[in-house]
C-alpha cells in the first residue's frame, strides 16, 4: 500500500512549546499571507494575493525565482495551449513581447530563455507589492506552529518567525505542509485503490525503452551499475517509489556565448558501461550511428539555445535515484540534488570526450555548450533539480484518473489542464530471463479537463487556512498530467485569490464562496470550464 503520513498532535504541541520558548524572541508582525517557495507557483500565488489587495511575504529557500520555469524547463509542458489563461498566459505574453511577438498563437511563440523569464518574475513580486526574502528555509523539525487546526506561524532556520493570517505551500518539497500535520502521501498507488488502470507497476511500455534485448549483466556477469536486481512487481502493485527526476539542461550552439563542458569532479565513466554497450549494438539494430537525439531531446529556443530535456532508455533521467528525496532529510536532500547534477555533468562529458563513443556523436554534442549568459552563480548548470513529484497531500478532493479522462467536469474548477498523463520511468531492472528493462513509463493523451478547488485544500479537519498549489492532491496517475508548470502557475493564482476571500470574510480555506472565485478569477483572464476552452477555439 502507499503510505500515509500527518506530523500528527504530538509533533504539533511540541513545535508550539517550542516556539514560545525560542531565545525569548519577539514575534514578527502578522501579515496577510507568508507564501513558502519562490517556485512559478509561488510568485503567481504571492502577485495573485497582491492584486487582491492583500500584504503578502514570499519566502525562498534559495536564491532564485520561478522554480523550474526559470531553472532549465524552457520548453514548456503546454498540451492544449489555449487553456492557459489567467496570469500564467500574462506571463508567458511578457515573455514573448521581450523577443518581439505579440500573440501567443503558436507553440514556440511560448518558449523563451530562463534569465528572461526570472527578470519577468522579478518585475511582477516587486510591482505587485510583494516582499521577498531570499535564502529563508524552514526550520527542519519543530518549524511549524499549529493551533486550533490554523497555521499560526512558521520559523526559519536563521530564527525568524513569520506569521500570517493564511500560508501557502508552493514548494516542490511539500515541508510546510508536512509539518503542519497535513495528510500526504507519495509514491504510486495500485490499481484497485482508485480503480486506475494506469497505476502502480506498469507492464510492457516503449517509451525510453531498449529497443533490443539488451543484457543487464557486463562480460563479469555483474549488474551493470545503472540496473536494479529484478524481478519487477506484479503489474498494478502499488510501491513507494517515484519517477525520475533529471536537470533540464539549457545549451547553446552560439560561438560567443559557447563554454565547453569541463571535466566534472568525481568523474567515474565507468558508470557509463551499459550506456557504453548500448552505444556499441545501436548501429546493428538502427542501421546508422547515433546522434544527440537518441539521447537527449533538445527543443530549440530564442537566441541558438535548446532545453535538452531526457530521452531514451538511457539519458538525463537519473532512474532509481528518487525514490528516497520526498520523505529524505534536507541534508540527504541536498546529497540527492548533488549526485544527480554529477550524474548528468558527467553523462555529457562522456558522450563528448569518451574514445568509445562514436566521433560523429562527440563531434554534435560538442557543437553545444553551457550557455556564458545563464546560470552563472551554479557554473552555468541549471539551478533547480526536476523534482517531478514528490509528496502529494491527500486533502478534501483527490484527483484521478477518471477526472482526466471521464469525469472532466467540476463544479469548484479553478483552472483546467490538458496535457499527458506523462510519468518518466521509475526504475531499470534485470528481467528474469537476463534482459534489463525500464519501468514506469506513462505517456497516454488526455482531453482538456477541469481541476477542483478542493484539490489544493487540506481536509478540514486538519488545517483550515492552508493552501498547497504545487504538492496538490492527486493520484500519481493524475499527478503525472497536472503537475505541469503552466497549471502550477494558474492553481497559484487561485490560490491568492482564495487567500483573500478566506481573509475577507474571516472563513476556512474550505468555506469561501466558489462563485465569488470564480468570478474573480475570470475577472483576469482565467479560463475555467471546458464551454469556454471549446468557445475559445484552437489558438
Given amino acids: ?263 566534472p569532479e568525481g568523474y567515474d565513466p565507468t558508470r557509463f558501461a551499459l550506456l557504453k554497450e548500448y552505444m556499441k549494438e545501436f548501429p546493428e539494430h538502427r542501421g546508422r550511428p547515433p546522434v544527440v537525439h537518441d539521447f537527449f531531446n533538445p527543443v530549440r529556443i530564442p537566441n541558438h539555445k535548446a532545453d535538452f530535456n531526457n530521452n531514451g532508455p538511457v539519458s538525463s533521467d537519473y532512474i532509481g535515484h528518487s525514490w528516497d528525496f520526498p520523505e529524505a532529510s534536507y541534508a540527504d536532500k541536498a546529497k540527492i540534488t548533488r549526485d544527480h547534477l554529477l550524474y548528468t555533468e558527467s553523462l555529457v562529458y562522456f558522450i563528448a570526450t569518451d574514445p568509445s563513443v562514436p566521433a560523429s556523436l562527440r563531434d554534435e554534442m560538442n557543437s553545444w555548450g553551457l550557455p556564458r549568459d545563464e546560470f552563472g552563480d551554479t557554473k552555468h548548470w541549471p539551478n533547480q533539480l526536476y523534482i517531478r513529484e514528490g509528496r502529494r497531500m491527500v486533502g478534501e478532493y483527490v484527483m484521478r484518473q477518471a477526472d482526466l479522462q471521464t469525469d472532466r467536469m467540476k463544479p469548484d474548477s479553478i483552472a483546467m489542464g490538458s496535457y499527458n498523463s506523462d510519468s518518466h520511468n521509475i526504475q531499470r531492472v534485470a528481467n528474469l530471463d537476463g534482459t534489463v528493462t525500464n519501468e514506469g513509463d506513462v505517456e497516454v493523451p488526455v482531453q482538456p479537463y477541469e481541476i477542483a478547488y478542493r484539490s489544493m485544500i487540506p481536509q478540514r479537519n486538519e488545517v483550515q487556512n492552508l493552501l498547497v498549489p504545487v504538492c496538490l492532491s492527486a493520484s500519481h496517475t493524475a499527478y503525472s498530467s497536472v503537475r505541469m508548470e503552466p497549471q502550477y502557475m494558474m492553481i497559484g493564482q487561485a490560490a491568492g485569490v482564495a487567500a483573500a476571500l478566506a481573509i475577507a470574510k474571516h472563513s476556512p480555506v474550505q468555506e469561501i464562496s466558489i462563485a465569488d472565485l470564480q468570478a474573480r478569477l475570470r475577472k483576469h483572464g482565467a479560463i475555467l470550464h471546458l464551454s469556454q476552452e471549446h468557445a475559445a477555439g484552437e489558438n
Fill in 1 to 263: 500500500m502507499t503510505k500515509f503520513r500527518s506530523v500528527g498532535f504530538l509533533a504539533v504541541m511540541a513545535a508550539l512549546l517550542f516556539s514560545t520558548s525560542l531565545h525569548g524572541q519577539s514575534d514578527a508582525e502578522t501579515t496577510d499571507l507568508v507564501v513558502y517557495g519562490g517556485t512559478a507557483s509561488g510568485v503567481m500565488t504571492a502577485y495573485s494575493a497582491a492584486r487582491e489587495g492583500l500584504h503578502v511575504v514570499l519566502l525562498e529557500p534559495g536564491s532564485h525565482l520561478g522554480g523550474m520555469v526559470t531553472g532549465g524547463l524552457s520548453a514548456t509542458d503546454l498540451g492544449h495551449f489555449r487553456i492557459i489563461g489567467g496570469y500564467a498566459r500574462e506571463f508567458y505574453m511578457k515573455a514573448a513581447a521581450h523577443y518581439g511577438l505579440t500573440n501567443l498563437d503558436r507553440r514556440e511563440n511560448w518558449l523563451s530563455e530562463p534569465h528572461v523569464d526570472e527578470e519577468i518574475f522579478r518585475a511582477m513580486v516587486k510591482d505587485s507589492g510583494v516582499v521577498v526574502h531570499f535564502h529563508e528555509r524552514l526550520r527542519e523539525k519543530l518549524g511549524v506552529v499549529v493551533r486550533n487546526k490554523k497555521v499560526v506561524s512558521l520559523r526559519t532556520e536563521d530564527g525568524r518567525k513569520w506569521s500570517a493570517r493564511i500560508f501557502a505551500d508552493c514548494s516542490y518539497e511539500g515541508d510546510l505542509m508536512a509539518q503542519a500535520g497535513v495528510s500526504y502521501t507519495w509514491g504510486r498507488e495500485g490499481r484497485e485503490q482508485y480503480g486506475e488502470y494506469l497505476a502502480g507497476v506498469r507492464g510492457v511500455t516503449t517509451g525510453h525503452q531498449f529497443g533490443w534485448p539488451m543484457s543487464a549483466y557486463d562480460a563479469d556477469h555483474h549488474l551493470y551499475r545503472e540496473v536494479m536486481p529484478g524481478p519487477l512487481a506484479p503489474e498494478g502493485t502499488a510501491d513507494t517509489k517515484v519517477q525520475a527526476y533529471n536537470y533540464r539542461l539549457i545549451l547553446t550552439q552560439d560561438p560567443a556565448d559557447k563554454l565547453p563542458f569541463p571535466k
